[in-house]
């Protein structure tokens, strides 16, 4: 299976192409040819994942391009990293494209909102599976524009078109990194292969502080793709999306490469003491930073989006503790209980037409299946024990912890306290209580879109299973198994303490939350009053995006004003002094050459006359 693992990203490309040329005539039958085409790259990916179980990592190159004695290359690899990452990617996909089905149904566009879920999907796929880093560099190039695409798919909405820019460029910046970072490595190591990669620096071929170098600068590619600060701004923004883009972006494709890049070089990384702590550093900040805005925010889907940022910071801080099992438990566990919040969002949305949670209440009895869904993910997201999030956040304490990183440990507890608070914050004010807006015409969303849910819901109940002290560390030990660079990083076996600690920690939140929103015995007042300062700090999110307003935007104009003004009247004045200068030289030319024998006789017998009297003024004689 594993030497045609190339057929998994193939398989969207194929749905991809089949709906631009017939999408049209195909309609709202284009649904069928995304979902069975996702569920053949699924089926394979779950065959290749259990062939990866025995079998020893895959890689089969061939030449692309040679230059001299280079030779760059293209093909695919599979090891274990991977092998779960398409797991996770083609299952998610799947699920998507079956729930949009229902959701998107009577849309316009309908087959155009395939075909762009097809593209995304093979990127992610071809990413993935790419063996060197200029491959994965394409890729990833690719996953941009298809999230450029679907997050701007409302194209007649302002808000989604400005998003959609938003992404694509803050995305580049980081991408000017990652690129830098590359080219850097290739020139200390002659090679873009993740082998030929690690080998040069486990041999020390690299200074350290080459390493560090480019490191950081491959670490800021991720930043941007993974939504960390400070280059977090666009994510919440995607939301102008379709939800099912969401809930693709934000669980386990786009927003898990940068995770995904930062541990397929987890090796390069673990080389340099500096790097791990600035991947550490930064996600602990953005772990408690995003959850603190999610606190206030009153739209459903942004609520989920700061929490995605908060998680992608959790994941970030795993890897700079030299979690790398941690981080990569976290990414799996994540992509399941989030993408199930994220669906059953939609499914909200779907049922009363609002994004504004002020605005609903009391759908628990309406929405007899999405609201019990709605919790499991609420509380798998929140660390309750025994359902998924609590096993992979605790790995992640214990990474902290174990790393002698007690500053980021507490900083980790706060935002797991942040995330219990505005987790069930979020799920009191959407289905307890009175309803506060219409509904009346309430009802379930069809199966079609129900069903994806269940398989969501049942995996955040049981991923966690996979990777704990007391069913077995099977993920965590076979994710190092065979690999030198990462058996020292591998499960953390925690101290009791911390596992209880945090478990009081989230129970906390929880409380807090039904004090005031679900029991209404505290006043929202002491964190929501109308003066309050910090309330608004945390809705406007810090004027994060006011301060690049005022200081990025307007010194990036400032620049292309001045170049645009010294293009316009020096370099464009100078070329069309010159031009017009020739041109009015050749126009006057060209009216001595009008094409009338009668003008040229009387040109000649005047020049001639004129010879006659110079000739007899001069005496004959011309000097």
Sequence with gaps: MMENAWLIPLFPLISFLIL???????????????????????????????????EPTYVTKFDWLTIGDFHLTAGFEVNQLNALMLFIVSLVSFLVHTYSKGYMHGDERFHVFYAYLGLFTFAMLGLVISPNLLQTYIFWELVGVGSFLLIGFYFYKEEAKAAAKKAFIMTRIGDVGLFIGMALLFWQTKSFEYSDIFAAVDAGQVSGTMITLTAILIFIGAVGKSGQFPLHTWLPDAMEGPTPVSALIHAATMVAAGVYLVASLFPLFSASHTALMTVAVIGGFTAIFAASIGLVQTD????LAYSTVSQLGYMMLALGSAGYVAGVFHLMTHAFFKALLFLAAGSVIHAVHTQDIEEMGGLWKKLKLTGPLFLIGTLAISGVPLLSGFFSKDEILAAAWEGGHPVLFV??????????????????MVFTGEARGNQKHVHESPSVMTFPMIILGVLAVVAGYVNTPWFGTFLGDWLVDGNEALAAHGHHEGPVWIMILATVVSLLGIYLAWLIYGKRSVSRNWL????????????????????????????????????????????????????????????????????????????????????????????????
């Design 300 to 303: 459903i889907k942004r609520v």
């Design 528 to 623: 929501s009053g109308s003066g309050d300062m910090l309330h608004t700090v945390l809705l406007n999110k810090y004027y994060v995006d006011e301060f690049y307003q005022l200081t990025i935007v307007v010194i990036t104009k400032g620049i292309s004003y001045f170049l645009r003004f010294i293009d316009t009247f020096l370099v464009e004045g100078i070329v069309k002094g010159i031009t017009g200068f020739v041109q009015g030289l050749g126009a006057t030319g060209s009216k001595m050459q009008s094409g009338q024998v009668q003008t040229y006789g009387a040109v000649a017998f005047i020049g001639l006359a004129l010879l006659a009297v110079i000739y007899a003024l001069t005496g004959g004689y011309l000097r």
């Design 411 to 428: 900083l980790a507890l706060v935002a797991a306290f942040f995330t219990a608070f505005y987790m069930f914050r979020l799920f009191f």
């Design 20 to 54: 631009l040329l017939f999408g049209k005539r195909l309609k709202e039958a284009s649904a069928y040819v995304g979902i069975l085409l996702t569920l053949a790259s699924l089926i394979y990916s779950i065959l290749v994942l259990f062939e990866r179980f025995s």
